[in-house]
């Protein structure tokens, strides 16, 4: 008799073995995307901070910021393969633990360059956790409207990141901005203990794409040198006009090789599905507004308006708020309303805050600007979970890493290229007040020219046909 009741219990104990090892990928995934965030907005306060112990004019600055993005655009596309090659549970792993050596590198910084050194690990470790952590959640939860949930869960460690980052790095460079990078170690040390509890993940082993690999880093780096090099010397500089050529003949070497390639790191019929290509234009245009205005903004609300590492940080606690109330919300929201509704009102509330923040008076007062700014914080629930979720819902859970990387990328390109452009035109000769409200109406105009490419999806994301 005892065998039958042991036998009967056995799918629900395999039940919940499973629903753990689900709930420890998704949390594991969550506090990833939060260091990986965390880091992307919390050296914005302390640039000034920064500045004066290490020395380093704007260009100094941009590289702070863009060593790390360059790096996590550069290396995510191979960090996809590398995913669906080794397995998301392997691969975020490896990244994790390299994360946090490299946010010890950047506590300890000697010097500028030691620091940007040290961001550029950083940020090829995001890389390897960006897309492992999408890929797990694709796995954990096979369930198409189970996978949505998650991924707006997923969402929150974003949210909590953006919200706190702004604050906790003010509060912290008060202190020294030296510690806003030791918060990574305990987080990373839970990460690792919740991967531990997490079920092995599948792979497909294929040769690593050299050519692909080698001329994408090489395009996007060239493109973003040149961007912010043109800040100092201009666009006409002959070292400027050889980083854009060196780039246009590299992106030119990566189509070909992608396109003949045996085992492409991005294959090109992924862009078949129109659900997919519109993916990667609204994150490249999101993210052009969502990192370019902390990066303008806290520069201009500390050299122009006087404020504190502190105060600029409270100034964008409205703006992260309202991000982090609404993105648990956000799937729920979808499907009731339709993803190309919440995606293209996301976008066109984005395109009117920047706007509005780029033609006010500059007499305007600074709670005014932070409730402006909750525009721009709004379209993050609205916008990017429902992107998420429709990407990884439109391709195979074997190029779940791939697509993950290419959409990505796509984001980190947008921020990358925001910062180098924006921090030229912060330089340029008609002065830094013109180069803020330029960069803020540029990085507008590209949010509504997403919005206009979100209505190419269906209220149910599927694409109409090419």
């Given at each position: 008799?005892?065998?039958?009741?042991?036998?009967?219990?056995?799918?629900?104990?395999?039940?919940?073995?499973?629903?753990?090892?689900?709930?420890?990928?998704?949390?594991?995934?969550?506090?990833?995307?939060?260091?990986?965030?965390?880091?992307?907005?919390?050296?914005?306060?302390?640039?000034?901070?920064?500045?004066?112990?290490?020395?380093?004019?704007?260009t100094g600055l941009q590289w702070v910021i863009d060593g790390y993005v360059l790096m996590f655009?550069?290396?995510?596309?191979?960090?996809?393969?590398?995913?669906?090659?080794?397995?998301?549970?392997?691969?975020?792993?490896?990244?994790?633990?390299?994360?946090?050596?490299?946010?010890?590198?950047?506590g300890l910084a000697p010097g500028l360059g030691a620091l940007i050194g040290a961001r550029f690990?950083?940020?090829?470790?995001?890389?390897?956790?960006?897309?492992?952590?999408?890929?797990?959640?694709?796995?954990?939860?096979?369930?198409?409207?189970?996978?949505?949930?998650?991924?707006?869960?997923?969402?929150?460690?974003?949210?909590?990141?953006?919200?706190?980052?702004?604050?906790?790095?003010?509060?912290?460079?008060?202190?020294?901005?030296?510690?806003?990078?030791f918060i990574n170690l305990p987080v990373g040390a839970v990460a690792l203990f919740l991967l531990?509890?997490?079920?092995?993940?599948?792979?497909?082993?294929?040769?690593?794409?050299?050519?692909?690999?080698?001329?994408?880093?090489?395009?996007?780096?060239?493109?973003?040198?040149?961007?912010?090099?043109?800040?100092?010397?201009?666009?006409?500089?002959?070292?400027?006009?050889?980083?854009?050529?060196?780039?246009?003949?590299?992106?030119?070497?990566?189509?070909?090789?992608?396109?003949?390639?045996?085992?492409?790191?991005?294959?090109?019929?992924?862009?078949?599905?129109?659900?997919?290509?519109?993916?990667?234009?609204?994150?490249?245009?999101?993210?052009?507004?969502?990192?370019?205005?902390?990066?303008?903004?806290?520069?201009?609300?500390?050299?122009?308006?006087?404020?504190?590492?502190?105060?600029?940080?409270?100034?964008?606690?409205?703006?992260?708020?309202?991000?982090?109330?609404?993105?648990?919300?956000?799937?729920?929201?979808?499907?009731?309303?339709?993803?190309?509704?919440?995606?293209?009102?996301?976008?066109?509330?984005?395109?009117?805050?920047?706007?509005?923040?780029?033609?006010?008076?500059?007499?305007?007062?600074?709670?005014?600007?932070?409730?402006?700014?909750?525009?721009?914080?709004?379209?993050?629930?609205?916008?990017?979970?429902?992107?998420?979720?429709?990407?990884?819902?439109?391709?195979?859970?074997?190029?779940?890493?791939?697509?993950?990387?290419?959409?990505?990328?796509?984001?980190?390109?947008?921020?990358?290229?925001?910062?180098?452009?924006?921090?030229?035109?912060?330089?340029?000769?008609?002065?830094?007040?013109?180069?803020?409200?330029?960069?803020?109406?540029?990085?507008?105009?590209?949010?509504?020219?997403?919005?206009?490419?979100?209505?190419?999806?269906?209220?149910?994301?599927?694409?109409?046909?090419?």
């Amino acid at each position: 008799m005892p065998m039958p009741a042991v036998t009967s219990r056995g799918p629900a104990v395999q039940a919940s073995t499973r629903q753990g090892s689900a709930g420890s990928a998704l949390a594991a995934a969550v506090l990833g995307f939060f260091v990986i965030t965390l880091d992307a907005v919390v050296v914005n306060v302390a640039l000034p901070s920064i500045r004066r112990e290490l020395g380093g004019g704007i260009t100094g600055l941009q590289w702070v910021i863009d060593g790390y993005v360059l790096m996590f655009a550069g290396l995510l596309l191979s960090a996809g393969s590398l995913t669906d090659r080794f397995g998301a549970r392997r691969v975020f792993g490896v990244g994790v633990a390299l994360f946090v050596v490299a946010s010890v590198a950047c506590g300890l910084a000697p010097g500028l360059g030691a620091l940007i050194g040290a961001r550029f690990v950083q940020g090829a470790a995001a890389a390897l956790m960006m897309p492992s952590s999408m890929a797990l959640i694709g796995q954990a939860y096979p369930d198409p409207v189970k996978r949505a949930r998650a991924v707006a869960v997923w969402a929150v460690g974003g949210a909590v990141a953006s919200s706190a980052g702004p604050v906790l790095g003010g509060l912290l460079t008060l202190v020294s901005w030296r510690l806003i990078f030791f918060i990574n170690l305990p987080v990373g040390a839970v990460a690792l203990f919740l991967l531990a509890c997490t079920a092995r993940s599948p792979h497909r082993p294929a040769p690593f794409d050299w050519i692909g690999q080698c001329s994408a880093v090489v395009a996007m780096g060239g493109l973003t040198y040149g961007a912010i090099e043109a800040g100092a010397a201009g666009f006409t500089a002959p070292h400027v006009l050889a980083a854009f050529a060196v780039a246009a003949a590299a992106l030119a070497a990566f189509v070909v090789s992608q396109a003949r390639g045996t085992h492409p790191m991005v294959p090109l019929d992924l862009f078949r599905s129109r659900i997919v290509t519109v993916a990667v234009a609204v994150g490249f245009a999101f993210v052009v507004g969502y990192y370019g205005l902390p990066f303008v903004m806290s520069l201009y609300l500390q050299q122009l308006r006087g404020l504190s590492s502190l105060a600029t940080g409270l100034v964008f606690v409205p703006m992260m708020l309202i991000g982090l109330v609404l993105t648990p919300f956000s799937a729920r929201i979808a499907e009731r309303v339709g993803a190309r509704t919440l995606i293209t009102t996301g976008l066109v509330l984005m395109a009117a805050g920047l706007a509005a923040l780029g033609v006010v008076p500059a007499s305007t007062s600074v709670p005014m600007l932070a409730v402006l700014m909750v525009l721009v914080g709004v379209a993050g629930p609205l916008v990017m979970p429902p992107v998420m979720a429709l990407l990884l819902n439109a391709v195979p859970v074997a190029r779940a890493g791939v697509a993950s990387g290419v959409f990505n990328t796509s984001r980190q390109l947008g921020g990358a290229l925001a910062v180098a452009v924006f921090g030229a035109l912060l330089t340029a000769p008609a002065g830094f007040l013109h180069g803020v409200r330029t960069s803020l109406l540029i990085a507008a105009a590209v949010a509504l020219a997403a919005s206009a490419a979100s209505l190419l999806l269906t209220q149910n994301g599927i694409a109409r046909p090419a």
